[in-house]
């Protein structure tokens, strides 16, 4: 069974600093996805960034990029220039036919 | 545009009642549908994956009689809390299978209540 672990309950940043956010994941799957949700106090869950195992490049979106690192299954999301509005919790998922995710980051930013 | 429906947003029942809960793909046919559930402060966990036209797979640790699926056309899923008691109380999010940049689409959730 596939597991995905993030190991920060809660993390906090200056707003207009970075903050770096670390998940693992454990499977014996070569082909696979992952995914770094964000879900404000809506309970919307809102897709930031997304990594295909099979690309070595590491994704970016604007501010949101991730370090991917196959061998260690360590996928960790970097927000830069963060904004009041990142504040939220954050899923770190695993995709192979079905979502799975892990246990979530409490990010604050602090004005 | 939304590619999830799901209904209702939000549910207050009293302990003993049943309450069905839908999930519609809006955007194209779904012959699978997943079905999550999230704690307070606490991760989505996968409940089950409903199958158009087949019974549900569920996840281990999640008791089939109390949580009904059924999956019967290819837009339309729902999930039954069968005799409802306070630990049922929960948000509910159902997901549909997604196209391009997302695997997978996610509703708007259902936040269940049971007094």
């Known amino acids: 069974a596939q597991t995905v672990t993030q190991s920060q309950p809660e993390m906090s940043v200056q707003e207009a600093e970075t903050v770096t956010l670390s998940c693992t994941y454990d499977?014996?799957?070569?082909?696979?996805?992952l995914f770094w949700y964000k879900q404000p106090p809506s309970r919307q869950m809102i897709l930031v960034i997304r990594?295909?195992?099979?690309?070595?490049q590491n994704a970016t979106e604007n501010r949101f990029s991730v370090n991917f690192q196959k061998a260690a299954k360590s996928f960790s999301l970097k927000i830069s220039d963060s904004q009041l509005g990142d504040a939220a919790m954050y899923f770190c998922?695993?995709?192979?036919?079905?979502?799975?995710f892990g246990a979530g980051t409490r990010l604050t930013v602090k004005p | 545009g939304a590619v999830v429906s799901q209904h209702p947003s939000r549910v207050i029942c009293k302990s003993g009642t049943s309450v069905k809960i839908e999930c519609r793909s809006l955007d194209f046919q779904a012959t699978t549908m997943f079905w999550y559930r999230q704690f307070p402060k606490q991760s989505l966990m996968l409940m089950a994956t409903s199958n158009e036209g087949s019974k549900a797979t569920y996840e281990q640790g999640v008791e089939k009689d109390k949580f009904l699926i059924n999956h019967a056309s290819l837009t339309l899923s729902t999930l039954t809390v069968t005799s409802a008691h306070p630990e049922d109380s929960s948000f509910y999010i159902c997901?549909?299978?997604?196209?391009?940049?997302?695997?997978?689409?996610f509703g708007d959730g259902t936040r269940l209540s049971i007094l």
């Open positions: 997901s549909v299978p997604g196209q391009g940049n997302q695997p997978q689409h």
């Open positions: 499977t014996s799957e070569s082909d696979y996805y």
């Open positions: 990594q295909e195992a099979y690309k070595q």
């Open positions: 998922a695993y995709y192979n036919n079905d979502m799975r």
